[in-house]
Every structure is written in C-alpha cells, then in structure tokens.
C-alpha cells in the first residue's frame, strides 16, 4: 500500500501543490471510470482532462521554478556571509555583544590615533621636500623661498606628530580587554610612525636646515649637500609612509568591528546607551526583541551588497526588510 498523499500537506508549499494536484488528478479519473461503467477503451483524453493536466503542468512548473530561484539566492547569501565572516580579523572576532557595548569608546579611540589622514600627510611631506630641491635648483626662484620651504615642512611634520592621549573607559573586565586590545592594535603601528616623524624632525633641524643656511650664504654653492641631505630625508619619509599604512589597516580593523554586525548574534545585548547610527546588518543578524522593529524601522539599504543594511541617522517611514 502506497503513503496517503494527505499526509504530505502543511508542511512545504510544493508538497502541498502535487498532493492537491494527485487528489484532483485521481477524482477526474475515478469520475471518468465510473461514468463508463469501468475502464474506457483506449483514445484521445478528452478535453476537460487536457485543461487539468495542462493546469497541473504549468502549476508544479512555476512552483518548482520558484522554489529553485529561492534556494539559489539563499546558496549567493550564504556564500557571501561566508566570505565576509572570513575576511574578519580578529577584533571583529569578539564576541559582538562586547564589540556593540564598547562601540561607542572603539571608534573614539581610532579618532584619537587618527585625528587626520596620516598617509596623505606624509605623503604631502614629501611634496615639500621635492619642491625644495626644485627651488633650490632653479637659479630664477630666490633662495629665500628655500627658507620658507623649510619652516613650512617644520610645522607640517609638527601638526603630525602630535602624540595621542590615552584613553581608558571604566569598563567591565572583559570590555576593558577588549578595548586594550583595540588600543594596541593602533598603538602599535602608530608608535612606530611617530618615532619615525621623530627621526625626521630631528634630520630637519640638524642637517637640512643647516644646509639651506649654508645654500643661501654661498650663493648655491653648497647645493649638492641640500641635495644629498633632501634625498635622506625623502627615503625616511616613504619608509613613515609604510607605518602609516600599517596604521590605515588597523583603523580599518577597529572601524569594520565597531560596524560589521552582519551575521552577528545581539539578542543579550544592551543597547538603550548605544550609538547604532553607522551599524551594518543583514537578516541573519539577531536584535532583541524589543529593538529588532525600532532598527528596521532607522534602517536604510547600505549599498554594500543585496541584503545588508545600515543604521541611518534618521530612519525611513516604512520598515526595510533586511532579505529585500
């Protein structure tokens, strides 16, 4: 004895679809035999069987299609949430309830260690100096634009060396492990830059500027030391150009934990003191009950990728869905 086909029903749309469809199919055919007496010779189905097979065809088609398209885009979602759970580094690793509470102290703590692109600053420092080689070269421009070159590269290097305040937030134990851990994680590179930003102040003041001096009491006599000296101080500026890479990296590091909560699981998570505005999220990530609506409703599609969505700063009349 075959399953009743009944027994299938409930449980998913195209289950339910083929059994109605069996239960349809075999009434027409228990009809059709017992209209005749018994089974009919066999011939061309007539016309009312026709439209319900046809009907049936076209009906388990489209549910069938449906059904495939739905579970590919859910293998692309997977897929993708995969690949971003992998590219975390390890502050983004934390436990998220930890990452959204300190939050607010993570992303102060990366304005404090980069107040101002620090990259492009020196990058900028070695624009200076190689326009001072060109001044100092051009027999048509005076040698006191070489001296203004000199103070203007001081302060440059001056407004980027300024050396970061600690911070430290009252925190629990595990917060307070947390956010050392961020600090580190920008302390470190940034140290190395600012010992670097030290070694070339100090070359500024003791051998280039000397050299100006000289250039402008001789006439640019001395021009092949300023030359000399510009080339030293060009090569440490591209080596303070690597930390201050380094450093981009690790304020990209704290900035993607203190964001990136796709996927993330924040149903313990106090939120009442948070700042959300700037959160990224998805479908997969889980809000306590009583703040998932208020987020969806403050939320806007981030631009990132299908699906993920970011906390605005005013939200949106109607409530953004997340799987959209």
Not at 224 to 253: M, N, P, R, T, W
């Amino acid at each position: 004895m075959g399953s009743d086909p009944r027994a299938a029903e409930g449980n998913d749309p195209l289950d339910a679809l083929l059994t109605t469809a069996h239960r349809r199919l075999g009434i027409a055919v228990v009809d059709r035999l017992n209209a005749h007496g018994g089974p009919p010779e066999l011939r061309t189905p007539d016309l009312a069987l026709d439209r319900l097979l046809a009907t049936t065809h076209r009906a388990t088609g489209t549910a069938v299609s449906r059904r495939l398209s739905r579970d590919a885009d859910a293998a692309q979602r997977d897929s993708a949430l995969q690949a971003r759970l992998g590219a975390r580094g390890p502050l983004a690793r934390r436990p998220a309830t930890i990452r959204v509470k300190y939050r607010e102290e993570a992303l102060r703590l990366v304005r404090n260690y980069w107040p101002l692109d620090l990259a492009e600053a020196v990058r900028t420092a070695v624009r200076i100096v190689q326009d001072l080689c060109e001044l100092a070269g051009d027999s048509a421009q005076p040698l006191s634009r070489a001296d203004t070159a000199v103070e203007q590269l001081r302060k440059h290097l001056e407004g980027m060396s300024q050396q970061p305040a600690l911070y430290r937030s009252q925190a629990a134990v595990t917060g307070l492990d947390y956010l050392d851990a961020v600090e580190s994680a920008l302390a470190d590179p940034a140290e190395r830059l600012a010992d670097e930003l030290h070694n070339i102040r100090e070359l500024v003041d003791e051998e280039l500027a000397p050299s100006v001096a000289a250039l402008v009491a001789t006439g640019r006599a001395y021009l092949f030391g300023v030359e000399v000296v510009a080339q030293d101080l060009i090569d440490d500026l591209v080596q303070s150009c690597e930390y201050a890479d380094a450093l981009v990296k690790a304020v990209a590091e704290v900035e993607r934990a203190s964001n990136d909560f796709v996927g993330a699981d924040l149903t313990n998570a106090k939120l009442d003191d948070v700042p959300l505005e700037g959160i990224l999220w998805d479908a997969t990530t889980l809000w306590p009950a009583q703040w998932e609506t208020r987020v969806r409703r403050a939320s806007l599609p981030s631009g990132e990728e299908q699906g993920v969505l970011v906390v605005a700063a005013e939200g949106c009349d109607v409530v953004v869905h997340a799987d959209a």
